[in-house]
């Protein structure tokens, strides 16, 4: 019985495998000569150029350096690096000889022209709820870019994940073929910035966590994550900034990447608002929409009666530390912050973001917070024109672990973070190792 049982096993699994690999195949379909920019319109060039900035792609499929949407970016992923393809209409690398069944196909399904299936690192189980008209405004678009012949850097994937045919399996498990569903209870506007913000803008990306395969978990959608080193914070109830995300910071942070009770933008964020949300193709409009949507699944308007006297409380507490020689925590900090972070006013100047109101203080981690003394805030890292010096080489890890310490204590009544100091040699290192 054992002996038939051990020899089951593998027969199983290759009829398994087998199955799986004969569901995965898909037709190639036949290429095309590449359009001529004058089949499409301007309308629906002009219409194509800003879903494409509302939905980021420049940021995955541009590489360090290299031409607008030609690909070599490398997006890290717990399997590997995989690289952002080239999209621009050159017939031999890149997207030239697709035609927009083949663009659809890709967009909705994963599916390649040639028939091969995508990694899910291109988030075609969000793109799966876009509209035809905008796919084939994004199609024009894409096609009337200047064509540049750039081959991408080949993915770091390892055995067996690096099998396309396996995505089948991926996609059994997790991907559901959709169209965006209106929701009949909501308005135009709030439908508008769902849509935009689940199936173009892909926002659960990075503020939803994921399994250990990689896929979204869906029952905690806009929980937050962790992305390449940072805390990208919760978006619904449970975000932990200290004054709700009312639709006019939420729209002003989105346009600009910066507000007076929000402070600026940074990490991962800065390239979804620079090169997405604050182009002048995207409209007001879009972006206000986002903007009611999430103020809405933040419940900000419920705490909004709160904002005027926290926002007093934190100006209150804006001048702790200077002037207190006996306290060495209280010193170290007027020494390398009080200069910029000080605010007198009613209302904290934008380019002076006040502590007590930063999200990177009131998170559970101090991984945000580390990360900014450490590394900095350069002027193409946040909003335009602030920044903010890196600290490694001038303070101990010692040095930041009570900083840290320090401003948790007089800054939020949250409980204090643990083992600060060996979370910051842990993302000193990391840093280290990533430049």
């Known amino acids: 019985m054992i002996r038939r049982f051990a020899i089951a096993i593998p027969v199983v699994a290759v009829l398994v495998i087998a199955g799986l690999l004969l569901m995965a195949r898909r037709p190639a379909i036949a290429p095309i000569e590449r359009p001529s920019a004058g ?19 420049a940021s995955c499929h541009t590489g360090p350096g290299g031409q607008r949407f030609a690909g070599g970016y490398g997006v890290n992923t717990p399997f590997g690096v995989i690289y952002g393809t080239n999209i621009t209409p050159d017939p031999k690398s890149g997207i030239g000889t697709w035609s927009i069944k083949a663009f659809i196909r890709a967009i909705r399904e994963g599916v390649a022209r040639d028939g091969s299936h995508l990694f899910p690192a ?20 894409l096609m009337t870019r200047p064509a540049a012949t750039a081959s991408v850097p080949a993915n770091t994937l390892p055995f067996p994940f690096k099998i396309r045919a396996l995505q089948e399996g991926w996609k059994l498990l997790f991907f559901k073929s959709e169209r965006f569903q209106v929701n009949l209870s909501r308005g135009d506007e709030w ?18 966590p994921r399994n250990s395969l990689g896929a979204e978990r869906t029952a905690r959608a806009y929980a937050g994550a962790v992305i390449d080193g940072w805390i990208a914070p919760a978006l619904n109830e449970t975000n ?17 990447g910066v507000t007076a009770l929000h402070g600026t933008t940074g ?23 986002i903007a009611v949507y999430f103020s809405d699944i933040d419940h900000a308007d419920a705490r909004a009666h709160g904002i005027e006297a926290r926002t007093r409380d934190a100006i209150a507490s804006s001048s702790l530390g200077s002037g207190q020689e006996r306290d060495p925590d209280a010193e170290l900090f007027a020494a390398a912050c009080v200069a910029c972070h000080y605010n007198s006013g009613a209302t904290p100047l934008p380019a002076r973001p006040e502590l007590a109101l930063s999200s990177a203080l009131s998170l559970p981690e101090p991984t945000n917070f580390l990360q900014v003394v450490l590394n900095g805030v350069s002027n193409t890292e946040g909003a335009p024109g602030l920044v903010m010096p890196a600290y490694a080489s001038s303070l101990t890890d010692g040095d930041i672990a009570r900083l840290a310490a320090y401003l948790r204590r007089t800054r939020t009544k949250s409980p204090p973070w643990i083992d600060l100091e060996k979370k910051v040699s842990t993302i000193r290192r990391q840093s280290a190792a990533s430049h």
Not at 123 to 140: G, I, N
Not at 197 to 204: F, K, P
Not at 240 to 256: G, Y
């Open 267 to 289: 990490a991962t964020m800065t390239p979804v608002i620079r090169e997405g949300l604050a182009v002048p193709a995207v409209p007001d409009s879009d972006v206000r929409a």
């Open 39 to 57: 089949r499409f319109s301007a309308e629906s060039v002009a219409k194509g150029e800003a879903l494409a900035a509302a939905g980021r792609c």
């Open 240 to 256: 932990p900034s200290p004054v709700p995300w009312t639709q006019e910071e939420l729209f002003t942070h989105l346009r600009s």
């Open 122 to 141: 291109f988030p075609y189980y969000a793109y799966t709820k876009l509209s035809d008209d905008d796919l084939e405004a994004l199609y024009a678009y």
């Open 191 to 208: 439908n508008r910035g769902a849509y935009l913000a689940e199936a173009l803008s892909d926002c659960t990306t990075c503020h939803t």
